[in-house]
């Protein structure tokens, strides 16, 4: 991570910050930027040669770089990546850096929400080559597509496939709450022939990982088993913060298997790597994280993994009500270039990551699926057959959490989950609690 002197201070405030999930501190928020800018007033981007670009996944920070320096022997051009994730809020050091005149010429962000913190500062790339190639961009309101996809990736309830195996669980078996509940048992009768901590690895931490239950994980009851457009609850939420219980109901009683047949020592005070190190060196024959630990199985936590067996990986879906089938797909963020920034130069080495060279980067060693039409790079990640044969199938949702207040999970409901969690209330007490304190934040 690079230390820019105009930013000491938020530097020092991030420097310990670590990956989408590695144990951190929060970064404190600043003074929001401008929602409308024209060139005259914005911050300009950072001075010196080359491009820089603020990228919000820590899991593909070396991959990232060696693409960087394959485009810079290519053309000469430099392209300067910094890294951040986890639970820093990559916006509010946006809004630093802006505050600053230290804009990146490429930066990341999630969603409307995000996006509406750079209204009028962002380019449109819709005459861009690499647009042609792909139907994952972001296109705003007023139908310009402005944010570039790096990648696709799934949420679904992840799998050890040797160790079901060994326990005699059929992962197909599990289409409702009564078979994923007697998995979990199955599971848990064998625990210590099979080597294992706990049934399931799941961390409720609101400070390090409320962006795994309350975006990712609340995210299955706003899609899980539904049409790709179909956004019935996300509509519900938006609507003043209503919940439909005949659903969120088993939802909630799902997340109350997942307290009971959790790693204690994770299930609260845990942290993000603690729960991909301890999948990946087997500890827990299921995991509640996404697609995007699979190049930490084969890179971080490589030494681990490989004591483990490098086991197949697989997902269910998060089946609260009988008969869900479907995993949760999407591009997970995407990159903007900033338009008072060197954006010719920006643009070009979009065109190149999205072009053979930069995707066999992001799919072979960055473990990305690639969301470009043309790529013919084959990921070695282990989730990437898993996702496909989902794919293929049609059994996919989106991800319409994208959509919810910024601050939704950080400030409300991850702390909803992480008093269920410690038992500080029962599952109609997290019901209550979610349906009253929702509307504080949809409302305002």
């Known amino acids: ?245 005949d659903r969120f109901t088993p939802f909630a009683e799902m997340v109350g298997l997942f307290n009971q047949y959790s790693d204690p020592a994770l299930l609260v005070s845990g942290n993000y790597d603690m729960q991909v190190s301890g999948f990946a060196g087997g500890k827990y024959a299921f995991v509640t994280q996404g697609s995007w630990i699979g190049s930490s199985l084969t890179n971080d936590y490589k030494d681990l993994y490989a004591s483990a067996g490098n086991f197949e990986c697989g997902y269910v879906p998060y089946a609260f009500i009988e008969g869900i089938d479907t995993i949760l797909t999407n591009a997970p963020s995407h990159w903007a270039v900033y338009k008072d920034g060197n954006v010719a130069e920006a643009e070009e080495f979009l065109n190149w990551l999205a072009g053979p060279d930069g995707q066999k980067i992001m799919v072979e060693q960055a473990g990305c699926v690639s969301p470009f039409k043309s790529c013919t790079a084959v990921a070695t990640d282990p989730f990437a057959g898993p996702i496909s044969e989902f794919a293929s199938a049609g059994k996919t949702s989106a991800w319409h959490w994208m959509g919810q207040p910024s601050n939704l999970a950080q400030d409300f409901t991850g702390a909803i989950f992480q008093d269920y969690a410690k038992g500080d209330i029962d599952t109609q007490g997290f019901i209550d609690d979610m349906v009253s304190t929702i509307p504080q934040c949809i409302n305002g």
């Open 1 to 245: 991570m690079k230390k820019y002197l105009a930013l000491l201070l938020a530097v020092v405030m991030v420097l310990a910050l670590g990956a989408c999930g590695v144990s951190t501190e929060q970064a404190a928020a600043p003074a929001a930027a401008p929602a409308e800018s024209s060139s005259d007033s914005a911050a300009p981007a950072a001075s010196g040669s080359g491009i820089r670009l603020f990228n919000g996944k820590i899991e593909i920070a070396t991959p990232l770089e060696e693409a960087a320096k394959a485009y810079e022997a290519a053309t000469g051009k430099k392209v300067e990546v910094e890294s951040l994730g986890g639970g820093v809020d990559l916006q509010a050091t946006l809004k630093q850096y802006y505050q600053a005149g230290n804009m990146p010429d490429i930066f990341v962000f999630e969603g409307k929400p995000d996006l509406a913190n750079w209204t009028g500062m962002v380019v449109d790339m819709s005459d861009q080559e690499w647009a042609k190639d792909t139907d994952a961009g972001f296109v705003d309101d007023t139908g310009a597509l402005v944010g570039f996809p790096y990648t696709t990736e799934a949420i679904g309830l992840a799998y050890n496939k040797a160790i079901l195996e060994k326990a005699g669980v059929d992962p197909k078996s599990i289409t409702g709450p009564e078979s994923m509940k007697a998995a979990f048992e199955a599971i848990d009768a064998k625990k210590d022939e099979l080597g294992l901590t706990a049934v399931i690895g799941y961390c409720a931490n609101a400070t390090e990982l409320y962006w795994s239950t309350g975006q990712h994980l609340f995210g299955q009851y706003l899609d899980a088993g539904l049409a790709r457009d179909d956004t019935t609850y996300f509509d519900m939420l938006m609507d003043g913060g209503k919940l439909d219980l």
